[in-house]
């Protein structure tokens, strides 16, 4: 056979000749790219750590809602009922403590057996109060 090379039975075998150009090609590459990393330490972010200018932690409200539909913040009940939607307890507490520091952290922790319309009253409590640093816990 012309060009064949192979032998009679067709196999050429593992060419390794062709896996060392392949493996060099990617050696060169990965040479010339390691040089362009940039490292963190030249940026200049300041991160957020939690601590005031003071130097003291910033303590998060947490206001915790249980299967009942009562709520409480930081273990103190706050608001009548299941019945009583306005939470005027609730929203002259956070009202305070907006007033003092208005970048206070407020978690609001719902049990997994809280009603959604119980979390919409304490999200409207805590729109009332102009909560600005929000999160669930």
Known sequence: MAGGGGGEDGDFGFQIAPMVDV??????????????????????????????????????IVIDIDSAGNVSVNNEPKGGGKNDHELSQLTADLTRSMESDPEDPVIIRPSMEATHERVIDVLNSCRKARVKNLSFG
Do not use: D, H, R, Y
Not at 27 to 39: E, K, P, R, S
Not at 40 to 52: C, N
């Open 23 to 60: 493996v060099f090609v990617l050696l060169l590459f990965f040479m010339a790219c390691a040089g362009q990393n940039i490292t963190e330490g030249f940026l200049k972010v300041a991160l957020p750590s939690g601590v005031t200018e003071t130097g003291a932690p910033k303590v998060p």
